[in-house]
């Protein structure tokens, strides 16, 4: 037994030996000329598609905020405000908004099914309503557990409760497949699986529509994918209207520079700039995709926040329906919807929930769709779960519908109170001029600069409008995003700011911005 365990030793031995040579060979003939080794991954060897993308929403500005919360943290006295308040994002839990109770109190069981095996929480939690109880037990019983991957389209069940919203929302009495529906890691990710399928990249010239302002999701992709982003601007006279006659017209001088214009991206209600459109609108906007043969891309995320009573949302899937379009293989429109838990009165930002559904494709093109959704294996399980109960809350009739509504109520209104605040606030500073929204969670106001301020962020090298943002975060803490970010017409300036502090805060915040607005105008006059 000895003599075999040291002969073998002696073998392995001889074989490292061989081995480690054999990479010493190796390594020397690539250092000596014998070829050519890998080019050390540098910024200036990354992927130039990387280089150029770029998502102004968490940019320098928030790079400056960082940093100031840093110093505050560090030393409470250091700045002359006492916290940053990011404005620059719709992510309404970090700036204090409360989670819906019914829904965390599922998601909290769905998690720990332990406890829905506890007589005493099943039976006489005072923590846990029997509606709660009730739903995570339905989704506990459709997986494994909340820690296995799910089918890449998402849980079944949660689908299936995914259609029976988007039946009871549209009224329009056709049945919606689940199987078109994929549930996402939020909206983003459905995004890119969709233009990853549409832009063909490199040699094929393909481009997107996208509204000007826009969510730079949109410009990152086409970047990111070899897209071009075709813009077309909407009418900020009319309060952001989309206009088709512009719609044409970019679109046909695309086409005649060789762009092979495959999509139409519509935001309803829209970001950055909060208007929501018209049924009117939306029939002349379908009937462009059909006849053009674009797919339109229907970013709907902020479907419940809606300001404005004469303005209601529509679905475009809705209106299409009403149109006499069908969901069938040879349909000639072509429509991809996009829900996000993120937005609405949820806010639930962090959790990373949504879907897609298809309206109008051949199943070879869901399968892809399909193949690029099973690469990420599936979006996470509780965000699905999150899906279905943003689209299936509680009831009339259920015990949990009271609480639910009150919280969902009293969200809706107060943001609706900010809005407002935010708009008269922001009309009332010399030089300024805000529509107020419709809808969504933003306000995007068009600011006038002094000569000597555009100057002097020439001389920085930077947009007039991102200067004004950095100086804005340097004075008071207040974070908003540069309108330059977005897009805007060449020599307007805007910036986005969201409506999201807490009320009890939001006087304050639009105090320090109004100062400092005025403090600036009279230091460059």
């Known amino acids: 037994m000895a003599g075999n365990l040291t002969a073998r030793a002696a073998h392995q031995m001889a074989g490292l030996f061989f081995l480690s040579r054999l990479s010493t060979t190796s390594a020397r003939l690539f250092t000596s000329g014998g070829a050519a080794t890998a080019e050390r991954l540098t910024r200036d060897s990354l992927n130039p598609s990387v280089l150029g993308a770029s998502y102004a929403v968490r940019g320098p500005v928030l790079d400056r905020a960082l940093a100031l919360q840093a110093k505050l943290k560090a030393d409470p006295d250091s700045l002359p405000f006492n916290e940053v308040v990011q404005c620059n994002i719709g992510n309404p839990q970090s700036l204090g908004q409360t989670p819906i109770s019914f829904h965390r109190q599922v998601l909290a069981l769905t998690l720990a099914p332990e406890l829905l095996a506890d007589d005493n929480i099943a039976k006489t939690s005072e923590v846990f309503c029997a509606d709660a109880i009730e739903r995570a037990q339905r989704y506990a019983s459709s997986v494994p557990s909340m820690g296995a991957y799910t089918h890449s389209q998402g849980i079944a069940l949660v689908r299936e409760e995914v259609a029976k919203f988007i039946e009871e929302r549209d009224q329009t009495g056709d049945k919606v497949n689940p199987d078109h529906i994929f549930l996402t890691n939020g909206a983003s990710e459905g995004v ?7 832009i063909r990249g490199k040699g094929f010239n393909d481009g997107v529509l996208v509204p000007i302002p826009q969510y730079p999701l949109y410009s990152a992709s086409c970047t990111l994918m070899s897209g071009s982003l075709v813009p077309y601007y909407l009418d900020e006279a009319s309060g952001w209207g989309l206009g088709v006659d512009e719609l044409k017209a970019q679109l046909a001088e695309a086409r005649a520079k060789g762009v092979q214009v495959r999509g139409l991206v519509v935001i309803n209600p829209g970001n950055p700039t909060g208007q929501t459109l018209t049924e009117e609108n939306m029939r002349d906007v379908i009937s462009l995709c059909a006849a053009e043969n674009l797919v339109l891309l229907a970013d709907e995320v902020y479907q419940e926040n809606i300001w404005r009573g004469d ?4 679905s475009f899937r809705a209106v299409a329906r009403r149109m006499g379009f069908e969901d069938k293989s040879d349909s000639d429109l072509q429509l991809i919807s996009f829900h996000s838990i993120s937005k609405g009165f949820l806010g639930e930002c962090g959790v990373r929930g949504g879907y897609f559904e298809l ?6 093109i869901k399968a892809e769709m399909y193949k690029l959704a099973s690469i990420s294996l599936c979006s996470n399980t509780p965000g699905q779960v999150m899906t279905g109960l ?6 009339e009739g259920n015990a949990a519908f009271s609480k639910y509504a009150s919280e969902r109520q009293a969200i809706l209104d107060s943001l609706n109170r900010r809005a407002s605040k935010v708009a008269t606030a922001l009309n009332a500073l010399e030089g300024v001029t805000c529509r107020q929204s419709d809808g969504a969670l933003y306000a995007f106001p068009s600011i006038e600069l002094p000569e000597k301020f555009c100057q002097e962020a020439k001389e920085n090298n930077t947009a007039p409008d991102e200067w004004y943002c950095l ?4 004075s008071t803490g207040v974070v908003v995003v540069p309108g330059s970010g977005f897009g805007q017409k060449e020599g307007t300036w805007h910036f986005r700011t969201t409506f999201l502090p807490p009320e009890e805060k939001i006087d304050g915040v639009l105090e320090r911005l109004s100062k400092f607005h005025n403090d600036m105008l009279a230091a460059y006059a």
């Not at 309206?359 to 070879?364: L, N, T």
């Open 311 to 314: 303005r209601p949302f529509h």
């Open 390 to 395: 943003m689209v299936q809350p509680p009831k």
């Open 192 to 198: 890119r699986i969709t233009m990853q399928t549409m």
């Open 359 to 364: 309206f109008g494709f051949s199943e070879d």
């Open 471 to 474: 100086k804005l975060v340097d």
